[in-house]
């Protein structure tokens, strides 16, 4: 009983950090997003993502997070299966390395890709001394994405790193002893039970890829105009709150459906397993 | 249309800010003695908000805004009372006609004498009446290019703009009002008009530059052509003064078919609560000290008429900074929108930016 008591104590502040910092700004926005600048009752705001421009801009955000996240993975796997089987004692100082990057201001990044994909950046300059032709990256779709890989490769790297170090050394061992060859043991040992870091990774990039807009503001040139562009400028540029909060709520949605389907995913592969 | 530098200066400047608000804390915008004051971002020299402080021992709590459209948000949220602003021509158009102005008291400031004629003339298309404002500076918008990469014959037109041989070296500015001005100046328009048709051939217009432009930028478009990532940008004078500091190949011009004059000023708003201190303030942006010392810190077009003697011919001669009468006379002022063509065109370049 004063164990509860002294737990729930303990959360308090966190409690308190939720309520002002999540709740009740979630609150605000709904309120915003359910009424018009007059203060009237409406759904247009939800409506609103029915729009041409807006529709586009969410089907972009769709693509480039998408686009980002399988990226991340095709990567990020290899990485941490490359980390996870080091025959070095100290594992740490290599996560500790992949970890660094994330010290250094997130925009501080972003701007040196901005001088490595200009016109007359690094990357040009490094390609017409060797005699190839130069590219045209910077301020498009392409550096945009790049930027996010850039950005959230982190963030699946270790999910999935994590997950690989539970596995059990004696199952995989196990499979080989029964006569499975690396890649069936990979295929059918590691990577099922590494899922949930997998997902996690899925979710911890696609979800922050699908709603930034710093990334595309910075490397997009004011020519990529992503669902978080949209909301942005209607608070600013549009001073339209009630729009920006509307079409906020609809993101959420896709935020909140994309979730739920990456949960459905990794239950029905647990239950598989016990079977 | 604020002044840029490297972002250093910028993290210096925001750096210096909060310190000098911090003076002015505690129950901040009722103190009594604490003068609230907005202003674009780094508009003002360091120096000169020290001294006013000293010399009249009014403390400032001095804040900065980035665009026309978040000092109208800020102010309009109304949580501090500001007690004088500078802001853009047609941003006080908007705000007289909404009736937040409170007029100036001219006779209370022994330094207007010293601001041109001519600015306080042009400031008519805001302020008709001449009640509200006092001009802080002005300059105009146009096309800073590179002279290696193009001639002076084809800046000298807002269609080389549309030439396809320089795709993706051409820079537009991430401003609606700007952009669309130099679209319906191609168009023969006039950069005022409220004409929904013209309007919707502004933004195709727009649409069909779009291919051929780098990147729409406002911040970064001097260091942008500094580098020489680009061969043209459309900016404002300032920004185009900055950019030839730092690279001689570059040059600014005002296309022959005219442009966009704009005078930033100060004026009182209604939620002013030390009116007086707001005088001391608007008068002491006048005095002659001071206007040199933001001048040189800002490089835009200085309205009083003291500044000169403190600069060399160099300077003065230089019509990118001092607009000639020439180029004055094919620019103009922006009107303010109406709500309903305010939400028009800010569908319409959300419509390009998507495009």
Known sequence: MINRFRTSFLAAPYAVWVLICTILPLFYILGYALTNDAGGFTLSNLFAITDAVHLKSLWLSIEVAFVTTIICLIIAYPVALILHNLKISNKGFVVFLFILPMWMNFMLRILAWQIILSN?????????????????????????????????????????????SKINDQVVEAAADLGANWWTTFIKITVPLSKDGIISGIIMVFVPALSSFVVSNLLGGG?????????????????????????????M??????????????????GGMLV | ?????????????????????????????????????????????????????????????YEEYESVEDMYAKYKAGSINYDVICTSDYMIETLRQEGELIPVDYNSLPNYKNINPDIIEASAAFDPSHKYTVPYFYGT???????????????????????????????????????????????????NTTDKLELENTYKLLCDEKKYVYAYLQDETYECMISEDAAMAVCYSGEAAMGMEYNDDLDYIVPNEGGNLWIDSWFVPRTCKHYDA?????????EEKAATENFEYVWYATPNTKVAQHEDEKTLADETVFPTKETLGRCKLYEAYDKETLDYTTTLWKKLKAY
């Not at chain 1, 020519?223 to 509307?246: H, M, P, Y």
């Not at chain 2, 901040?28 to 000293?54: C, H, M, P, S, W």
């Not at chain 2, 707001?278 to 006048?286: E, G, S, V």
């Open chain 1, 120 to 164: 007359n950046g690094i990357l040009n300059s490094i390609l017409s001394a060797i005699g190839l032709p130069t590219v045209h990256i910077l301020y498009t779709k392409t550096a945009v994405t790049l930027g996010m890989v850039y950005d959230f490769l982190p963030y699946m790297i270790l999910p999935i790193y994590n997950a690989l």
């Open chain 1, 223 to 251: 020519k990529v105009l992503l669902i978080g562009n949209v909301i942005e400028q209607e608070f600013t540029l549009a001073r339209n709150w009630n729009l920006g909060s509307g079409l906020s709520i609809i993101l």
């Open chain 1, 253 to 270: 949605i896709f935020v909140l459906l994309s979730m739920s389907i990456m949960n459905k995913v990794d239950e029905s592969e647990n």
């Open chain 2, 1 to 61: 249309m604020k002044k840029k530098f490297m972002s250093l200066l910028s993290v210096l400047v925001f750096g210096i800010t909060p310190i000098l608000s911090f003076t002015g804390c505690g129950s901040d915008a009722d103190a009594t003695d604490t003068l609230v004051v907005l202003n674009y971002g780094k508009y003002i020299e360091a120096d000169v908000l020290k001294r006013f402080q000293k010399e009249t021992g009014i403390k400032v709590k």
């Open chain 2, 141 to 191: 918008v146009g096309i800073l290019y590179n002279t290696n990469m193009v001639d002076e014959d084809t800046v000298s037109s807002w269609d080389c703009l549309w030439n396809p041989e320089y795709k993706n070296r051409i820079v537009m500015i991430n401003s609606q009002r700007d952009a669309f001005m130099v679209a319906q100046k191609k168009l023969g328009y006039d950069i």
């Open chain 2, 278 to 286: 707001a005088m001391k303030w608007i008068d002491f942006m006048c």
